[in-house]
Antibody
Framework: QLQLQESGPGLVKPSETLSLTCTVS??????????WGWIRQPPGEGLEYIGS???????FYNSSLKSRVTISIATSKNQFSLKLSSVTAADTAVYYC???????????????WGQGTLVTVSS | QSVLTQPPSVSGAPGQRVTISCTGS?????????VHWYQQLPGTAPKLLIS???NRPSGVPDRFSGSKSGTSASLAITGLQAEDEADYYC???????????FGTGTKVTVL
């Protein structure tokens, strides 16, 4: 059974870079032709797509965050990572990682999801 | 601000049928992109409920069904149960934004 687990600091200072890692278990990322994605949810609010990475390293970012986001992958470790630079309080959210599945670029869904990790931006 | 609009809340008595709408536009649902639905129980991560507008993943009860028409999609829950009390989100792709987008979310309350 595929499982994903987010890890990283729960508190980041304003203007610094948020860094999270998602560890995948139950399948090898290097043998699976999937995208892997990040989604966030501010407290009490809805879901926002951040970006995805293909097992080969190709990336796709939400244009609203593109200038600040970097997603990388380490298939040998079965991990992929998120970096979000120049954070502000508006970046405080629960960050989820998920497998991003589907047959074509416009028709992809997220399943399964990690349990999520709360990142608070505060001095 | 989301480009997919859902009603903030819907409610129903146990056993009843409720529907949740997801209204988009010609750059997302109306452009032919599929709609996917997620259930988020309190304090937990979202879980895929419906993929590709109508497909139920293994393990999802057949009480849940999805449909799509024009620029909108719907999720129906028949035989409403107390365990269905959760937030529900639709998701699609928007070609104008070049991004995967989520709906505003709907809270389902079982009376």
């Amino acid at each position: 059974q595929l499982q994903l687990q987010e890890s990283g600091p729960g508190l980041v200072k304003p203007s610094e870079t948020l860094s999270l890692t998602c560890t995948v278990s139950g399948d090898s990322m290097s043998s699976s032709s999937y995208f892997w994605g990040w989604i966030r949810q501010p407290p009490g609010e809805g879901l926002e797509y951040i970006g995805s990475i293909y097992y080969s390293g190709s990336t796709f970012y939400n244009s609203s965050l593109k200038s600040r986001v970097t997603i990388s992958i380490a298939t040998s470790k079965n991990q992929f990572s998120l970096k979000l630079s120049s954070v502000t309080a508006a970046d405080t959210a629960v960050y989820y990682c998920a497998r991003h599945s589907g047959s074509s670029s416009g028709n992809r869904w997220f399943d399964p999801w990690g349990q999520g990790t709360l990142v608070t931006v505060s001095s | 601000q989301s480009v997919l609009t859902q009603p903030p809340s819907v409610s129903g008595a146990p056993g009843q049928r409720v529907t949740i709408s997801c209204t988009g536009s010609s750059s997302n649902i109306g452009a032919g992109y599929d709609v996917h639905w997620y259930q988020q129980l309190p304090g937990t991560a979202p879980k895929l409920l419906i993929s590709e507008s109508t497909n139920r993943p293994s393990g999802v009860p057949d009480r849940f069904s999805g449909s799509k028409s024009g620029t909108s999609a719907s999720l129906a829950i028949t035989g409403l149960q107390a365990e269905d009390e959760a937030d529900y989100y639709c998701q699609s792709y928007d070609s104008g934004l070049s991004a995967y987008v989520f709906g505003t979310g709907t809270k389902v309350t079982v009376l």
